[in-house]
């Protein structure tokens, strides 16, 4: 029989709070099921929101790496996770009757973290807030602002597309956005418009950050900078695209779908150059923690 942790009995856990979780997390999910549905759809539909897949895992993953600090924790202050629930149904109910997606998805999900607040209590907040932060990747981002993010991408990658073509001599045109290579055109928003590398590598970035025992200063210089290595990783992915389609076009939707999972591990690579180049210059990066924060 497995015996629950004396450590955890002692500050008041018991195998019921773990039910008790299961429990609230299904009563937040069910009362805003349709915004649920509503993100799935996205997930499934639309490729700039795949990255919505990696939220969870990196949620388990951030808190079980601090799963010691639980035993600092007290299942008390479980009115924040009332605030919690009456704030996110305040936003869920605004967005959904007036057609503002991110509140009602924001405030579906703001109801689902107070009910498990509910249970866990205001300590358990405290100690895994990266944890609880990083479930803000799971509301898609609205239209406007991928847009806005989106255009001025999509020509700067075209433009660095084509002068790298030029530059190891092969003959391309470029009309805005669009690229023509071997006679076939090829839109940078079709072939690889950015969106999934900018949220994805953001959510990676936001992994590794606060995955190491990192000063503050480091996490903030990695999520700073995961923008420019988005840039990077999607030029690099971008120019065998554009190729593929040129040139066999039969498989160039297969190579652009697997390439955008295989830059996620090319941007953990840089990250880990990014922390290697900082001791190389004997920059102070971590602290000893008795668990990470």
Request: hydrophobic residues 55%; aromatic residues 12%.
């Amino acid at each position: 029989m497995i015996q629950f942790p004396k450590t955890l009995s002692r500050n008041g856990w018991t195998p019921r709070h773990g039910v008790a979780m299961v429990v609230m997390l299904m009563a937040g999910i069910g009362v805003t099921l349709d915004a649920w549905l509503d993100i799935w759809r996205l997930m499934v539909s639309h490729e700039e929101f795949s990255h919505l897949f990696l939220v969870i895992p990196v949620a388990l993953w951030l808190a079980w790496i601090r799963r010691g600090r639980l035993r600092l924790c007290q299942p008390t202050g479980q009115t924040v996770g009332l605030l919690l629930i009456s704030v996110g149904w305040l936003l869920c109910s605004f967005g959904y009757y007036n057609s503002v997606e991110s509140l009602w998805h924001g405030g579906s999900l703001l109801v689902v973290v107070g009910c498990l607040v509910c249970v866990v209590g205001s300590d358990a907040l405290a100690c895994f807030l990266p944890c609880f932060v990083v479930l803000l990747f799971l509301v898609p981002v609205p239209g406007v602002i991928r847009q806005t993010i989106a255009i001025p991408l999509q020509g700067l990658v075209a433009r660095t597309t084509q002068f790298f073509f030029e530059l190891i001599g092969i003959e391309i045109q470029r009309a805005g956005s669009l690229l023509s290579i071997n006679g076939i055109h090829v839109a940078i928003a079709e072939a690889c418009n950015g969106m999934r590398m900018v949220f994805a590598l953001a959510l990676v970035s936001y992994c590794f950050a606060f995955s190491l025992p990192l000063r503050l200063y480091v996490r903030v210089l990695i999520l700073v900078a995961s923008p420019i290595s988005a840039l990077l990783c999607n030029v690099i992915r971008t120019i065998p695209t554009v190729w593929a389609y040129g040139h066999y076009p039969n498989i160039a939707d297969g190579f652009h779908a697997v390439s955008g999972w295989v830059m996620l591990l090319a941007a953990f690579g840089l990250l880990l150059i990014l922390i290697k180049m900082l001791k190389w210059s004997l920059v102070p990066i971590t602290r000893f923690t008795l668990a990470y924060e």
